[in-house]
């Protein structure tokens, strides 16, 4: 599987941190976006877009999909083009310009869009569909050829409420057709492991340090007292920072063990990130991060997981294959 690290800026890159990672970033309507190496998972700014349509609603007051039919839109359409033509080489992955927010119309919008780009320019961008949208238009995709197709929507959602990608999985599994799929903001570990994702997009690595926090695996015992961290389980998130947990915590959930666990101080020799210790007014010793030691440790331990084999977390939909990716987790 692959992670392809969104939140990136100049000042932060995971490529400085872990060479050979992948970012991601978002088309802003300019041509002047600079790209910095390779790997790059390259987002179409659909948010953006979403906004101006919004705007488009209540300056005009016309129904908010009217704003992508207008010179506006696809005089951005046609910029993006042009910037992913010019900067093919540094991509692994570019999206359509697809249509959030409006369900069956946005549906109908974004395939508009993904056969003008393809048409007119050339290109082959992914598709993207959205959370509850018609499964017809996964079929019009099948189609078409496409095996990389990407889900959106899905960010904040619980697990319980997934039945919408499970329904994509089960009808990509009948297909028979080999189809990659890439999740968008899929953070949350259950997701990653439940689901045959060929790549995701997260900002769990940044956003996790920045509550004072990593992210550290389990452990399991083997042979004779031996024991080796495993990503086929749900990790920790512990508190690793000088500010009060209580303020880290106060708008954030997330597993936590009490700090020191042994195999904090275990995953961190491991990983080769350098931590020291506090001492207050426990008795116990209190292993602290700096912010940037924090956020290694975070990509560290999605690279590792990412390339790791693991077994299902929880029942998988009827017909998934036992193993979750050929190469990854």
């Known amino acids: ?141 099948l189609e078409a050829g496409h095996t990389l197709i990407g889900l959106g929507g899905l960010a904040g959602l619980s697990l319980s409420l997934w039945s919408w990608v499970e329904t994509v999985f089960l009808e990509l599994k009948k297909s028979n057709v080999d189809v990659r799929v890439h999740g968008f903001g899929v953070t949350g570990y259950d997701k990653i492991l ?34 080796e961290f495993v990503f086929d389980l749900i990790p920790s998130r512990v508190f690793v920072s000088e500010h009060e947990e209580g303020q880290a915590y106060k708008n954030h959930t997330g597993n936590q063990h009490l700090n020191v666990n042994t195999n904090v101080e275990e995953w961190l020799d491991f990983i080769d990130v350098k931590y020291t210790f506090h001492t207050g007014n426990e008795e116990r010793k209190k292993i602290f991060l700096e912010p940037m030691a924090r956020i290694e440790a975070n990509l560290k331990f999605f690279e590792l997981a990412r390339v790791k084999k693991a077994t299902t977390l929880g029942v998988r939909p009827p017909g998934f294959d036992t193993e979750i990716l050929k190469t990854g987790v």
């Open 194 to 227: 439940r689901y045959p994702w060929y790549s995701v997009d997260s900002t769990t690595w940044v956003k996790t340090a920045g509550f004072g926090q990593i992210i550290v695996p389990n452990q399991r015992k083997y042979g004779r007292g031996k024991r």
């Open 1 to 141: 599987m692959l992670i392809y690290y969104s939140g990136v800026t100049k000042s932060m890159d995971p490529r400085d941190i872990v060479p050979g990672s992948s970012v991601m970033a978002a088309f802003s309507g300019s041509q002047k976006t600079e790209l910095r190496g390779k790997n790059y998972f390259m987002d179409s700014g659909s948010f953006s877009l979403l906004k101006k349509a919004a705007k488009y609603r209540t300056t005009s007051g016309r129904e908010p999909e009217s704003y992508y039919k207008t010179e506006e839109h696809i005089e951005y359409v046609n910029g993006y083009a042009k910037f992913i033509k010019d900067r093919i080489e540094y991509l692994d992955i570019y999206a359509n310009v697809d249509v959030i927010g409006l369900g069956e119309k946005g549906a109908k919008l974004s395939l508009l869009n993904q056969r003008y780009l393809e048409e007119e320019h050339g290109l082959k961008p992914m598709p993207v569909l959205h959370n509850g949208e018609p499964l017809r238009f996964l079929a019009k995709y």
